[in-house]
């Protein structure tokens, strides 16, 4: 099973210049979402609509973007089509990044099938209607699967793997597959440019608690503060794959103002890293000489694995959108890190 686009198309009119432009975040009370509102307001959006149900969101993220002339706040569900009409109605590019991730899937799978497929339906049909320029759409690397013993590049028209891999990954991963191809249809029966962006595991300041691997990071950090040693659910090779909340808000942007249309890229870090080499990064910010302990997790656990070296190369982003990750993994959690015991001191 393949998962990527079959052309890659590369317009002059796919481009959406952002200076004076009306942007719409569907799940912008979120990590991804605040941080691309900010880099779109410094970029001179005309507008920015901060679209969100708050089921998971809170207001906490984007408390500091309330008060802005420049900013409107949306209440509004993707379940529900008359919302995503009245919301997107003048709007020139819609950044969708509303969805249920791993987690969701292991609590609610049916609940979370239905917001990321009839979810993802309702605003594409909204786009068409509104005659929305451009869609970004939010995928996930998940669309390869997180089968054991994958090897070599995740390239963007590589196979899904799914052996080993815990249902709620792989209905994730598929629930992405089809928020693309409902991109590509929307494309090829209503000229509806989009861009579908891969990302890996994001984190950064504003992290939450929601997603698999980048709660592993705040799991451990609370452990070192606590005194208690950090966990290794394996020997520390397995590989994860992490990007910077910046650099996923820059790429969103590009996507945007890149001529490119009807195409997935890979939005990757710099380099994957090692959960022993992550433990040790945490380790070294909290400044502690606590040594991790082999424990494998209970059965029932989602924690998405890997069981081989493999990276996600993010080459073709840089060609067709003009983007490239720039925060490096010791740097990426300092800065998570230092926010959050800012966050503790307040």
């Not at 994001?202 to 980048?214: C, P």
């Amino acid at each position: 099973m393949t998962n990527t686009t079959n052309t890659i198309s590369t317009t002059k009119d796919a481009a959406l210049p952002l200076r004076g432009a009306r942007i719409l975040i569907a799940g912008a009370a979120s990590l991804v979402g605040s941080h691309t509102a900010d880099l779109l307001l410094e970029a001179g959006v005309g507008e920015v609509l901060l679209l969100d149900n708050f089921a998971f969101g809170t207001l906490d993220a984007i408390a500091h973007l309330q008060d802005n002339p420049r900013v409107k706040i949306v209440r509004a569900d993707l379940m529900r089509l008359p919302d995503l009409l009245a919301a997107t109605e003048g709007v020139d590019g819609v950044l969708h990044l509303a969805a249920y991730m791993t987690l969701g899937f292991a609590q609610t799978p049916w609940q979370a099938v239905d917001v990321n497929v009839r979810g993802a339906q309702n605003m594409l049909e909204a786009c068409r209607v509104n005659k929305v320029k451009k869609v970004v759409f939010a995928s996930s690397n998940a669309v390869y699967g997180y089968g054991t013993g994958i090897q070599g590049a995740l390239e963007e028209g590589g196979p899904f793997h799914s052996t080993g891999a815990p249902p709620a990954a792989i209905l994730y991963g598929a629930s992405k597959i089809m928020g693309e191809q409902l991109c590509r249809q929307f494309y090829q029966k209503h000229q509806l440019d989009y861009v579908v962006l891969r990302y890996s595991t994001v984190y950064g300041e504003r992290q939450h608690y929601r997603a698999a691997n980048s709660l592993y990071i705040m799991q451990t950090y609370d452990r070192v503060r606590a005194g208690e040693p950090p966990v290794l659910p394996g020997d520390g090779t397995d590989t994860k794959h992490f990007v910077h909340v910046s650099d996923v808000a820059r790429a969103n942007l590009a996507a945007f103002e890149s001529g490119a249309t009807d195409v997935a890229v890979n939005v990757s870090g710099p380099e994957p890293v090692t959960t022993g080499e992550l433990v040790r990064l945490v380790l070294e910010f909290c400044k502690s000489d606590l040594k991790p302990e082999i424990r494998p997790d209970p059965p029932g656990t989602v924690r998405l694995t890997s069981g081989g070296a493999f990276h996600i190369p993010h080459d073709l982003a840089g060609r067709l959108i003009g983007w490239q990750p720039t925060v490096r993994m010791r740097e990426g959690v300092n800065r998570l890190l230092a926010w959050r015991e800012a966050q503790e001191a307040r």
